[in-house]
Nanobody, 126 residues
Framework: VQLVESGGGLVQAGGSLRLSCSAS????????IGWVRQRPGKEREGVSC????????LYADSVQGRFTVSSDYYNNKVYLQMNSLKPDDTAVYYC????????????????????WGQGTQVTVSS
């Protein structure tokens, strides 16, 4: 079971990036999927999540209206489109998955997922 993120990099404030998460050894359709980030010197933070089958996306207040999560179950991938990026979005972003649980406000904040990717660095310059 493996999750692999890609798409991170260096971008200027106001720019966009799209993170991809590819899964092997598991079918993402049966998992709730999340994106978790860890900013320098801060605790891990749930950024977004979607229910099993890709419904009901939820976003942290800090990214609401700027980030969009989407799924491509045919190709076993999930994406995080990040627009209007800010220097405060600088972090390592992790794709995460769990067979249990849902995607409500508590689930978003509780970053306790069973499967994690290796993370991809996103750096936003001012």
């Amino acid at each position: 079971v493996q999750l692999v993120e890609s798409g991170g990099g260096l971008v200027q404030a106001g720019g966009s990036l799209r993170l991809s998460c590819s899964a092997s050894g598991l079918g993402l359709y049966g998992y709730r999927i999340g994106w978790v980030r860890q900013r320098p010197g801060k605790e891990r933070e749930g950024v977004s999540c979607i229910e099993r089958s890709g419904t009901n996306p939820l976003y942290a207040d800090s990214v609401q209206g700027r980030f969009t999560v989407s799924s491509d179950y045919y190709n076993n991938k999930v994406y995080l489109q990040m627009n209007s990026l800010k220097p405060d979005d600088t972090a390592v972003y992790y794709c995460v998955a769990d067979r249990q649980g849902g995607c409500g406000p508590y689930d978003l904040k509780n970053t306790n997922y069973e499967t994690w990717g290796q993370g991809t660095q996103v750096t936003v310059s001012s």
